[in-house]
T-cell receptor, first 113, second 117 residues
Framework: AQSVTQLGSHVSVSEGALVLLRCNYS??????LFWYVQYPNQGLQLLLK??????LVKGINGFEAEFKKSETSFHLTKPSAHMSDAAEYFC???????????FGQGTRLTINP | DAGVTQSPTHLIKTRGQQVTLRCSPK?????VSWYQQALGQGPQFIFQ???????QRGNFPDRFSGHQFPNYSSELNVNALLLGDSALYLC????????????????FGEGSRLTVL
């Protein structure tokens, strides 16, 4: 079975500071990994994904994540936080071709002015 | 290009009633999945439909059922509603058939928020 653990249900950073959201996964097969963002009262929007190939993946809005197999991690980073980044962030894992996602519990990101 | 659309956006039901939620997938997509997102939680997989058949199912009771139509749209039905069924129900679409589109990525609608009183 696959699972995702997001460390920290709530992260608060100052505007302009580094954003780091942590995600560890468990999978018995090579995983596909995703980060989604959810703004209040909205659905989920894909930020970035790792399937195969380059382990450092870049997404929308200046976010990037690095797949580290040895650490079973897929942490999300952004060098400089913006007020518009305030939202709920979900890490998810799936098996190749399954099109079924297993989500973490989410991390609420707050940006302080 | 219309994305995933869901209806209704909000609804209130009482315990024991039945509810039907509807979803139209993104243009070109043939697979529809449903997720339940309780308040403060991550989405949980309910089931997935492809070619009008349920292909995968999560750990949800038989009170949860679905259907996919020939135009790929889908319905989620929940019978004998419980207070614990209150949640945001998300529909996600993807493609199995189209070359280059089967990337594992799901496109989500904005959800139907169900409140059971």
């Amino acid at each position: 079975a696959q699972s995702v653990t997001q460390l920290g249900s709530h992260v608060s950073v100052s505007e302009g500071a580094l954003v780091l959201l942590r995600c560890n996964y468990s999978s018995s097969v090579p995983p596909y990994l995703f980060w989604y963002v959810q703004y209040p009262n909205q659905g989920l929007q894909l930020l970035l994904k790792y399937t195969t190939g380059a382990t450092l993946v870049k997404g929308i809005n200046g976010f990037e994540a690095e797949f580290k197999k040895s650490e079973t991690s897929f942490h999300l980073t952004k060098p400089s936080a913006h007020m518009s980044d305030a939202a709920e962030y979900f890490c998810a894992v799936s098996k190749q071709g399954a099109q079924k996602l297993v989500f973490g519990q989410g991390t609420r990101l707050t940006i302080n002015p | 290009d219309a994305g995933v659309t869901q209806s209704p956006t909000h609804l209130i039901k009482t315990r024991g009633q039945q509810v039907t939620l509807r979803c139209s997938p993104k243009s070109g997509h043939d697979t529809v999945s449903w997720y339940q997102q309780a308040l403060g939680q991550g989405p949980q997989f309910i089931f997935q439909y492809y070619e009008e058949e349920e292909r995968q199912r999560g750990n949800f009771p038989d009170r949860f059922s679905g259907h996919q139509f020939p135009n790929y749209s889908s319905e989620l039905n929940v019978n004998a509603l419980l207070l614990g069924d209150s949640a945001l129900y998300l529909c996600a679409s993807s493609s199995r058939k189209a070359p280059g589109l089967n990337t594992g990525e799901l496109f989500f609608g904005e959800g139907s928020r169900l409140t059971v009183l």
